[in-house]
């Protein structure tokens, strides 16, 4: 049994479907059940079915990169678990149809029947169940200066997010911060995209450290990461400009990974706040919400809406 070939013969015969390699090496196991089976019988180490599928499933992860060189037509996922799919389409063609089958802003991802719009209440669940944070929408269309088509994607994040770090500290401390005059608060940015890869992945970036620059966090979100080529741009980036980076599990959002933690800016720009809460309802919203909290105290969970 040749593995690399099985491996690329599994994803022509399963296009439009990312495939996880336990999912190929079941699939050679199906398809080639006596080649399988020898390979069982030659191994010493080798005692059952289930050790040999485990076996075909890391021989998969080590052969990636010989794989996708000689054949540019399999793609990869970043992230856990990764994911393997067959593609004839040119990187910029992907992006391509994922945008045109977009109505109007919203951006049709190949997760069947989802769109970016529907990763805003996920990764709402995410940051709330896993960091603690609450979230609100902004929603570009509600700006009062209207640049041409998507011109405020530049200036308005797609959520954003508030972090009260006194909710576990005792009245005394809080008083004494409130007295001092001490940070009880952070603000968090998010653009969210469905695709990133080698075609959109800087736009996409700098759209981010664009939006973002008033806040003391700044992450780009995304349902898919393709390609290793596009997280090491990610990295290099993150290292110049400090925005991070969320791979958002649609399935199971609870299962979302920070892949890049976002570099911390020690204050937030208030007068950029300001510019924006003057042109979008929205983030006016936000500033209101945040008023109320170094008024009261309360953070008023039920009041932000992802």
């Known amino acids: 049994m040749q593995l690399r070939k099985s491996?690329?013969?599994c994803l022509k015969a399963n296009q439009g479907e990312k495939l996880k390699a336990r999912q190929i090496a079941e699939w050679i196991f199906e398809t080639y059940p006596e080649a399988c089976l020898a390979k069982l019988e030659r191994s010493s180490a080798l005692k059952t079915e289930a050790d040999l599928l485990q076996q075909l499933v890391a021989e998969i992860g080590a052969n990636r990169?010989?794989?996708?060189q000689r054949h540019p037509q399999v793609r990869t996922t970043e992230?856990?678990?990764?994911?393997?799919?067959?593609s004839e389409q040119s990187e910029e063609a992907e992006i391509?149809?994922?945008?045109?089958?977009?109505?109007?802003?919203?951006?049709?991802?190949e997760m069947p029947g989802l769109s970016e719009h529907d990763l805003y209440p996920l990764l709402a669940e995410y940051?709330?169940?896993?960091?603690?944070l609450h979230t609100h929408r902004i929603d570009e269309k509600r700006s009062s200066n209207r640049r041409g088509p998507q011109g405020n994607r530049w200036l308005f994040p797609d959520v954003v997010s508030f972090e009260d770090l006194t909710a576990d500290w005792t009245p005394e401390v809080k008083a004494c911060v409130s007295e001092a005059g001490g940070q009880k608060s952070r603000l968090w940015s998010f653009e969210v995209k469905i695709l990133l890869n080698r075609s959109n992945v800087r736009e996409a970036y700098f759209q981010a450290v664009s939006n973002s620059s008033w806040a003391n966090f700044g992450y780009l979100v995304a349902g898919e990461v393709e390609g290793t080529e596009t997280l090491k741009e990610l990295r290099m980036l993150a290292a110049l400009h400090g925005i991070g980076l969320i791979k958002l599990d649609s399935e199971n959002p609870a299962e979302s990974q920070i892949l890049i933690p976002s570099r911390e800016r020690a204050d937030t720009d208030w007068a950029s706040c300001n510019r924006l809460a003057v042109e979008n309802s929205d983030f006016r919203d936000v500033v209101n919400l945040v008023w109320q909290f170094h008024r009261t105290g309360d953070a008023r969970a039920g009041e932000w809406k992802a």
């Not at 990169?65 to 996708?68: E, H």
């Not at 856990?80 to 799919?85: A, D, E, G, H, L």
């Not at 149809?97 to 951006?107: E, I, L, Q, R, T």
């Open 7 to 9: 491996v690329v013969e």
């Open 65 to 68: 990169p010989a794989i996708t």
């Open 79 to 86: 992230g856990r678990p990764r994911r393997y799919y067959w």
């Open 96 to 109: 391509a149809a994922v945008n045109d089958s977009a109505g109007d802003d919203v951006s049709r991802s």
């Open 127 to 132: 940051l709330k169940s896993e960091l603690g």
